[in-house]
């Protein structure tokens, strides 16, 4: 059973738009999320992360909301850019709780258009 | 070392024969871990080693998959009797005690 669920295997956006990336959790003990940026023949690249204490958090153009109640995260790029042309990999654990690794989502494929 | 270190970066094997995979972490990182992604799917953890505690095997697929870190350093992922649900690219990450996970860039099996 999928913990941690990306419904939408792609996403295609024009350069200078938003891109919104969702996910969607199923464990209430899950307190720290981490959003995973991965291009081809490369390992995944840590993006961005939220506390469960927070509903937003910001850096540069990525802004990943949370919304505890609806187990909802997503991630917004704002302006998109050719070079943010990735798979993003949405993740979770509970942190200093029994589980000692990140549970990620399948990924969604991000194509932003020039 | 300046990041997380795999080889190979591809492996071709038959099918039945044993494969080794090897990741050098970050030096001074003390938790490792190996995941796999198969076609189409997400990352799927196997193994988590975190300094000299037991290690968490709670996501190895089958007895056929084993890993060993010696010396809380390099880590050996192998797989026995290889079979083609096996070809995947399995991905190695390490970090210190959060989940600032620094990935490798991974190692392709492809079982023939």
């Known amino acids: 059973d999928q913990q941690v669920k990306q419904n939408s295997p792609s996403l295609s956006v024009q350069e200078g738009r938003i891109s919104i990336l969702n996910c969607d959790y199923t464990?209430?003990?899950?307190?720290?999320f981490l959003w995973y940026k991965k291009y081809p023949a490369e390992g995944p690249t840590f993006l961005i992360s939220?506390?469960?204490?927070?509903d937003k958090n910001e850096d540069g153009r990525f802004t990943v909301f949370l919304n505890k109640s609806a187990k909802h995260l997503s991630l917004h790029i704002v302006p998109s850019q050719p070079g943010d042309s990735a798979v993003y990999f949405c993740?979770?654990?509970?942190?200093?709780?029994?589980?000692?690794?990140?549970?990620f989502g399948k990924g969604t494929k991000l194509s932003v258009k020039p | 070392g300046a990041g997380v270190s795999q080889s190979p970066s591809n492996k071709v094997t038959e099918k039945g024969k044993d494969v080794e995979l090897r990741c050098d972490p970050i030096s001074g990182h003390t938790a490792l871990y190996w995941y796999r992604q198969s076609l189409g799917q997400g990352l799927e953890f196997l193994i988590y080693f975190q300094g000299n505690s037991a290690p968490d095997k709670s996501g190895l697929p089958s007895d056929r998959f084993s890993a060993e870190r010696t010396g809380g350093s390099v880590s050996t992922l192998t797989i026995q009797r290889t079979q083609q649900e096996d070809s995947a690219v399995y991905l190695c990450a390490s970090s210190l005690q959060d989940f600032g996970y620094t990935f490798g860039s991974g190692t392709r099996l492809t079982v023939v």
């Open positions: 464990n209430s003990m899950f307190d720290y």
């Open positions: 993740a979770a654990n509970d942190y200093g709780g029994s589980q000692g690794n990140l549970i």
């Open positions: 939220i506390s469960s204490i927070k």
